[in-house]
C-alpha cells in the first residue's frame, strides 16, 4: 500500500504574502512484494525437473509366427561373450567346440575390436547376434559395461542369456590360469 504524509514541513514563510505549499512524501509498502516473490519462487521449483532420468534405450526383437523361428540365427554370425570375475572378458564365435579351440580371453578395451571384426565380417548385417553370457562372479559395472559397447557398435541383435556349466568351468579354469601367470 502506498501513503502520503501530509505534514507541513515548519511554517516559516519567506517573504510577504507568500504561500507555502505543502510537501508530499510517499512511502511504498513492500510486504505483498516479498509474498508474491516467494509464490514465484514455490512456482518454479515445483515446476523444474532437476535431473532427467537416464536409460538405455533397448531394441525389442518383432514376435514371429512360431516361437522356434524367433531364437534362430546363423552360426557363423554369432559370437558368444562371457563375462569373469576382475574384469576378465572371453569369447568365441560359432558353437563352443569339445577341445575348446576357439576359446579366447580378452579385456573390455579389446572387445571392441572383437566386436567390429566380427560385425564386418558376417556376410549380411541381420545374421550378426551377440550372446552375452555373465558369469555368478562377474560384477554389475561389466553387465553396465559390455551392454555400452553394443550401444557404442551399433549391435542391435544380442541377447543376456544364462552362462552354461561347460562355459562356467572354462571361465573358471582360464581365470585361474591367468591368475598364475600373473603370479
Given amino acids: 500500500m502506498a501513503e502520503l504524509d501530509t505534514s507541513s514541513g515548519g511554517g516559516h514563510k519567506k517573504g510577504p504574502g507568500v504561500k507555502k505549499s505543502k510537501k508530499l512524501s510517499t512511502r511504498v509498502d513492500l510486504t505483498p512484494m516479498v509474498d508474491l516473490g516467494f509464490l514465484l519462487i ?38 558368444t561373450i562371457l563375462l569373469g570375475k576382475d574384469n576378465h572378458v572371453f569369447y568365441y564365435e560359432g558353437e563352443l567346440d569339445i577341445t575348446a579351440s576357439n576359446f579366447k580371453s580378452s579385456n573390455f578395451h579389446d572387445i571392441r575390436e572383437v566386436l567390429i571384426k566380427k560385425k564386418y565380417s558376417v556376410a549380411q548385417l541381420k545374421d550378426f547376434v551377440v550372446i552375452l553370457k555373465p558369469s555368478e562372479e562377474c560384477t554389475y559395472k561389466n553387465v553396465v559395461d559390455i551392454l555400452d559397447e553394443m550401444a557404442i557398435n551399433v549391435c542391435t541383435r544380442y541377447a ?14 582360464s581365470e585361474e590360469l591367468s591368475a598364475a601367470a600373473n603370479n
Wanted: charged share 25%; no cysteine; glycine share 2%.
Fill in 42 to 79: 514455490t512456482f518454479f521449483i515445483f515446476t523444474t525437473t532437476m535431473s532427467q532420468a537416464t536409460a538405455m534405450k533397448l531394441i525389442l526383437p518383432k514376435d514371429a509366427d512360431k516361437p522356434e523361428d524367433q531364437n534362430k540365427a546363423k552360426q557363423s554370425g554369432v559370437i
Fill in 160 to 173: 543376456l542369456v544364462d552362462i552354461s556349466s561347460i562355459e562356467s568351468q572354462l571361465v573358471k579354469k
